[in-house]
């Protein structure tokens, strides 16, 4: 049974962002686009990013999950969940597999306000939950490609393969430049 554990964390995590091992960060590479138009998800007050993939337009929301006094909560700062655009837009919760295997964030308490969050599936490319000092708002960054970047969207561009080793071609990560407030697109080839 913990070998059919070991293994299915191991196809979620190339179901999500494949291996980072020969990955190579590029800007704004508009080649081999999704055949699939994709709804932005729009009115979600605490949105802080959402990830869309192949093959469906079923799309994850990460939120700030924030008590009734306002204060972030610090044992689950952020709620990860569906928006089922193939289901009318349905709101669902993710199941126990998408959530200790693919989707589900762990997130740590690295200071006041700040925490270390990591996809469950992949856990070499850091985010950083933190309180903007421009607009007094929570933002997820990460840094990719020495650009650290206030994070919008997550895309990841699947081809073919099957449901248990799908072939990921690029993972995106688009959002904005903290450097020069302009808005940005980092691909990683898979």
């Given at each position: 049974m913990k070998h059919i554990s070991v293994i299915g964390r191991l196809v979620v995590m190339l179901m999500l962002f494949g291996s980072f091992s020969s990955a190579v960060a590029q800007t704004a590479d508009k080649s081999d686009p999704s055949p699939l138009k994709f709804p932005t998800p729009k009115g979600i007050k605490n949105q802080?990013?959402?990830?869309?993939?192949?093959?469906?337009?079923?799309?994850?929301?990460?939120?700030?999950?924030?008590?009734?006094?306002?204060?972030?909560?610090?044992?689950?700062?952020?709620l990860v969940y569906w928006l089922r655009y193939g289901e009318k837009g349905e709101k669902k919760?993710?199941?126990?597999?998408?959530?200790?295997?693919?989707?589900?964030?762990?997130?740590?308490e690295i200071g006041?306000?700040?925490?270390?969050l990591r996809f469950v599936s992949h856990k070499k490319i850091p985010m950083y939950l933190m309180e903007s000092k421009d607009?007094?708002?929570?933002?997820?960054?990460?840094t990719v490609n020495n650009k650290k970047i206030e994070l919008d969207k997550i895309f990841l561009r699947i081809e073919g393969g099957s449901f248990w080793l799908p072939n990921v071609k690029y993972v995106e990560l688009t959002g904005t430049n903290t450097s020069n407030n302009t808005k940005i697109i980092e691909r990683i080839k898979v």
């Amino acid at each position: 049974m913990k070998h059919i554990s070991v293994i299915g964390r191991l196809v979620v995590m190339l179901m999500l962002f494949g291996s980072f091992s020969s990955a190579v960060a590029q800007t704004a590479d508009k080649s081999d686009p999704s055949p699939l138009k994709f709804p932005t998800p729009k009115g979600i007050k605490n949105q802080l990013f959402y990830l869309q993939r192949d093959p469906n337009t079923n799309t994850i929301i990460c939120e700030l999950n924030v008590e009734a006094n306002g204060e972030v909560n610090r044992k689950e700062p952020i709620l990860v969940y569906w928006l089922r655009y193939g289901e009318k837009g349905e709101k669902k919760d993710l199941s126990y597999i998408q959530r200790k295997f693919a989707y589900g964030i762990q997130a740590k308490e690295i200071g006041k306000d700040q925490f270390e969050l990591r996809f469950v599936s992949h856990k070499k490319i850091p985010m950083y939950l933190m309180e903007s000092k421009d607009d007094h708002k929570f933002h997820v960054y990460v840094t990719v490609n020495n650009k650290k970047i206030e994070l919008d969207k997550i895309f990841l561009r699947i081809e073919g393969g099957s449901f248990w080793l799908p072939n990921v071609k690029y993972v995106e990560l688009t959002g904005t430049n903290t450097s020069n407030n302009t808005k940005i697109i980092e691909r990683i080839k898979v």
